[in-house]
């Protein structure tokens, strides 16, 4: 790049002695001044142009810091890219397998609500089936109780036969001797009033 602008230099100087070369000759009395004249724009041109080269030359290497600067920036940028780049990535896949997470959870929570709804109902016929199961207890309950009560009357009710027969027996018993002792009356009365 300082080659550059080194030929520009050059190429401006040369242009510049042309250009005092090129003027028409004047007059022999005005010489001196004329020769002093160029000498001394041809000076002023040339620390112009100087001053111009080197403001050149400082803009160039001011330039050329910032765009190492700059390089070395985007350089810093690209890194920084790259490292987001992959984080991004890395966040893409964690928040893939998040995903993959919550789903396998959700198909177990369904499947576990599922089994609960299951067991809920279970549990609900196993507490019907038990009051149920209640209920006929307490009926075969009622139940023997009533045969018991059926078993003690006929239990009563048999000695209350037994009862009733050994007083038929006892009854006949009576009845012949009664029978008996009136047939022997009527033998003595007979006897009597025979003998009267």
Known sequence: MKVIWDLCLLFLMS?????????????????????????????????????????????????????????QTLRSHEGTLEKLNRQTEQAAEVERQIKAAIEMLQAQMAKQQAQTKM???????????????????????????????????????EEQSN??????HWTQFQKENIETQNEQLSKLNMMTEAKT
């Open 15 to 71: 242009e510049g002695l042309r250009a005092v070369h090129a003027a028409p000759v004047r007059r022999r009395t005005s010489e001196v001044k004329d020769k002093a004249a160029p000498k001394e724009e041809v000076n002023i041109l040339l620390f112009g142009i100087l001053q111009f080269s080197e403001s050149l030359n400082y803009v160039h290497e001011t330039t050329e810091a910032k765009m190492v600067k700059i390089r």
């Open 119 to 157: 067991t809920k109902d279970w549990l609900a016929s196993v507490e019907q089936e038990e009051v149920e199961l209640q209920t006929k207890v307490k009926k075969l309950e009622m139940y023997l109780n009533t045969i018991i009560s059926i078993k003690e009357l006929q239990k009563r009710a």
């Open 163 to 168: 009862t009733l027969k050994g007083l038929q």
